[in-house]
């Protein structure tokens, strides 16, 4: 989609080196043949490098490839600080933020506050680097690090590897943080001439006093926490969201008390917070102790390498057919499962059942679409052993192999940025009959008025990701269809309008009840007959509503379908900047109370949204059923730069008038 804005720009080529990576779509069904070289064309057209499908998970393909000490990346996925963990400060962004950086913009970010996390000790046993970011996501929750950096220090951190460091930035986008960054340390040097890096390792061995933190900075930090390794307990984080975080020694306890399905129906190791060559090598040889003992795994166990690069390494070295002859099965290297791309057994039935991975995210029917698969993440080490849970065998602590002699190149799947001469005659087409792409056409500028009046489209309860509001999955393949993509918009959401009537929330989830003829259907049906019908509607969301993927078709969608304004007790930091993109009133309740005030009948106004100014409040009136007002102050982050996004239909409306000024001057 990203692709699709820039081109939509009308620019030439990029300003700034850019990579589109297909990673999330690997299944080319429904014509996806022709959308992938769709891609492959509009990267020679753009000047654009293009990694193809199996080449690897866009953040493993970027430590191997692009990442260095003292750099900085933003990504169009929010794992992208997976690159932090070689020294450089790697943000997750929407689509709209990266077309900006693509046409030579400005990017901007809040100044961000500074959470200290001091690691001392060293991990041992069963303990490892995931276990750091699954307790630190206990301590902070989902959204403990809104609007700030994590910075590792301490001795702690001389301790760690290179792709250890890698996870556990990886996974800081679970706690809401900005991004997270370690300091330089020798691992790093290690891993960069592993991956044919030598001039990048020798620069930064020249100035790696600039890429560590200074002495006494520990005073400066708005936050510190303290690690001890040495005495960091295995970690079981879940199910349903990443921050409910269990020590290994009371998950029994917890699973009993809250009675979670006790057995396990499958288990995974890979994604991008995983699936490093150090964490192939501690399942190779937990496996290779379980084959000794002829043992077998109990369950499906499905595992995936991070790139091509470290499949074919592991390949050469003989560990691929000893995982496959144990039992396990090898998929592509991609986001697979963990992004919904996986048909488990019994999941359109909706059987109560429990998976654990090594992934990242365990949201409500994330994995197989089933909102009863209860999702329990970990590390790569107890994946395996709860793959041979039942079994009367106790694992030895697990060792791995921090890098490989050498690296396999693999199969060559990089297609390099055309050079201008080439680029020049390539033509981008879009078939206009295709179910997968569509070409955008900008948004309409609002007429906003003194009172922008709405009805409300559904007052969403409880946790609601970017994975409630857009599902992956099967959807992946309507991505570059904004059209046919809306179609699941909110449809793993609560709607608290239709469960404070009925009082079950399974039924409430992705409902609403039309106002037009007091019927109830699914909300993107709702949704598009107010559209067809130019009835303004918005949504009233909950706390940090929208947190999670940084996935932008979650406000794209509700724009295409008329959606003027969210208004929620708070937001996810990626996702408020993509509502504001895509030209949606994006505001907060000044009093949280307010949120349970609101009632399916409401009509809401907004006022003197024409007159928005930085920091200054705006007022939310209630219209009852009965003819009775009442009014609740809303808060916003809008600055003088952003207002314009709102006023003009979207951000890219904005930066097409400034082109056209600059064309014509």
């Not at 070289?37 to 509009?42: G, M, Q, W, Y």
């Not at 390494?313 to 592509?332: P, Q, R, V, W």
């Not at 808060?635 to 930066?655: C, D, F, R």
């Amino acid at each position: 989609m990203a692709l699709l804005q820039f081109i939509s720009a009308g620019l030439p080529k990029t300003a700034v080196p850019t990579t589109i990576h297909s990673d999330h779509l690997v299944v080319t069904e429904h014509g996806g043949d022709a959308d992938l070289e769709n891609a492959s064309s509009a990267c020679k057209k753009y000047d654009i490098g293009y990694w193809q499908a199996g080449s690897g998970i866009l953040h493993i393909i970027v430590l191997e490839n692009y990442a260095f000490p003292g750099g900085l990346i933003i990504g169009t996925d929010s794992h992208t600080p997976n690159a932090s963990g070689m020294s450089m400060l790697g943000i997750g962004v929407g689509g709209s933020d990266a077309v900006d950086a693509m046409a030579g913009m400005p990017w901007e970010i809040l100044c961000p506050n500074i959470i200290g996390v001091r690691l001392t000790g060293t991990l041992s046993g069963w303990s490892s680097s995931k276990d750091i970011v699954l307790k630190l996501a206990g301590m902070l929750t989902v959204s403990g690090g809104r609007g700030k950096i994590i910075e590792f220090f301490g001795p702690g951190t001389q301790s760690l590897s290179a792709t250890a460091m890698a996870t556990v930035c990886n996974m800081s986008a679970e706690i809401g943080s900005t991004s997270c960054i370690f300091p330089w340390e020798e691992s790093m040097d290690l891993y960069l001439r592993a991956t044919g890096r030598d001039f990048v390792a020798d620069a930064a061995q020249q100035n790696c006093n600039l890429i560590k933190a200074d002495k006494g900075s520990e005073e400066y930090y708005d936050e510190v926490l303290e690690i001890d390794l040495e005495t960091l307990e295995p970690h079981i984080n879940g199910p349903f969201t990443p921050d409910l975080s269990h020590p290994l020694s009371q998950f029994a306890d917890d699973v009993q008390k809250s009675s979670w399905p006790k057995n396990i129906s499958q288990a995974m190791v890979g994604s991008c917070t995983n699936s490093s060559y150090e964490d192939l090598t501690k399942v190779v040889n937990m496996v290779r102790e379980a084959e000794s003992a002829g043992l077998k795994p109990k369950v499906p166990f499905l595992i995936t390498a991070g790139t091509e690069k470290i499949r074919a390494t592991i390949k050469a070295e003989g560990n691929l057919d000893e995982l496959e002859s144990a039992g396990a099965t090898i998929l592509s290297s991609s986001c697979g499962p963990c992004v919904g791309h996986w048909a488990q057994e019994g999941a359109s039935e909706h059987v109560p059942n429990s998976v654990i991975s090594s992934y990242n995210r365990n949201f409500t029917g994330r994995h197989d679409g089933n909102p009863e698969t209860h999702s329990f993440v970990t590390s790569p080490e107890l994946t395996t052993a709860f793959a041979y849970h039942g079994k009367a065998f106790k694992f030895t602590p697990p060792k791995s192999k921090e890098l490989p002699r050498s690296f396999a190149p693999g199969e060559a799947l990089y297609q390099a940025p055309a050079s201008t001469e080439d680029s020049a005659d390539v033509r981008v087409t879009i078939d206009p009959n295709s179910d997968c792409l569509q070409r955008l056409k900008p948004f309409r500028q609002w007429q906003l008025g003194n009172a922008l009046s709405m009805t409300v489209l559904a007052e969403v309860k409880g946790k609601c990701t970017t994975d409630h509001i857009s599902p992956a999955g099967p959807w992946y393949k309507y991505r570059g269809h904004l059209e046919n993509i809306s179609n699941n918009l909110l449809t793993g959401a609560e709607n608290a309008f239709l469960s404070r009537s009925n009082g079950e929330s399974l039924q409430a989830r992705g409902q609403a009840i039309n106002r037009l003829d007091h019927s109830i259907d699914t909300i993107p049906q709702v949704a598009k007959a107010y559209k067809d019908r130019e009835v303004r509607w918005c949504i009233i969301g909950d706390d940090n509503y929208g947190e999670g993927s940084s996935r932008e078709h979650a406000a794209l969608e509700p724009r295409f379908l008329g959606g003027i304004a969210v208004i929620a007790k708070s937001f996810a930091r990626i996702h408020e900047t993509n509502l504001k993109k895509q030209g949606i009133l994006a505001l907060t309740f000044a009093e949280a109370s307010a949120w349970d005030s609101v009632e399916a009948t409401d009509v809401v106004s907004v006022m003197d949204v024409e007159s928005i100014r930085p920091g200054q409040q705006l007022v939310m009136k209630v219209g009852r059923a009965d003819g009775t007002y009442w009014h609740t102050p809303l808060n916003h982050t809008y600055h003088q730069g952003q207002i314009p996004w709102l006023m003009e239909g979207s951000a890219l409306n904005h930066v097409k008038r400034l082109r056209g000024q600059a064309a014509d001057a």
